[in-house]
């Protein structure tokens, strides 16, 4: 039951980072989205620039740990998501990198919405 717990747990932070990440385009069609992903980007951006530890790291590790496994080997979640979430090599600069990546993706998915949405009001 852990190993089940750990896995939605990680695909729960994946979406999430894809959220942080992405959501921007969903306020293009849907301007009251923001509400739900300005505080998810803003959270995730801080995150990384400031090296932070997410909440639902230790809540995977711990499952994991209740399970009885101690590394993420294992299924397609393990095998393919762990890697995305946690790069190998992901050093400080990087985070600096990906937090910027956020910003200016969202930057643009709100300039693009923000445009529509006057457009619309005229």
């Not at 959270?43 to 230790?58: A, H, K, M, Y």
Request: aromatic content about 14%; charged content about 10%.
């Amino acid at each position: 039951m852990y190993n089940i717990l750990a896995d939605i747990t990680v695909g729960v932070h994946f979406l999430f980072i894809l959220f942080v990440v992405c959501g921007g385009l969903l306020v293009v069609y849907w301007p009251k989205m923001a509400f739900l992903h300005l505080p998810a980007a803003i959270w995730g951006t801080l995150v990384e620039i400031f090296n932070c530890v997410c909440p639902l790291t230790p809540l995977e590790n711990h499952l994991l740990s209740l399970a009885g496994q101690g590394t993420y080997e294992g299924d397609f979640i393990v095998r393919y998501l762990i890697p995305l979430i946690y790069p190998e090599k992901l050093t400080v600069n990087i985070q600096y990198v990906l937090g910027g990546v956020v910003i200016v993706v969202n930057i643009i998915f709100y300039t693009i919405a923000v445009l529509k949405y006057r457009k619309r009001a005229r």
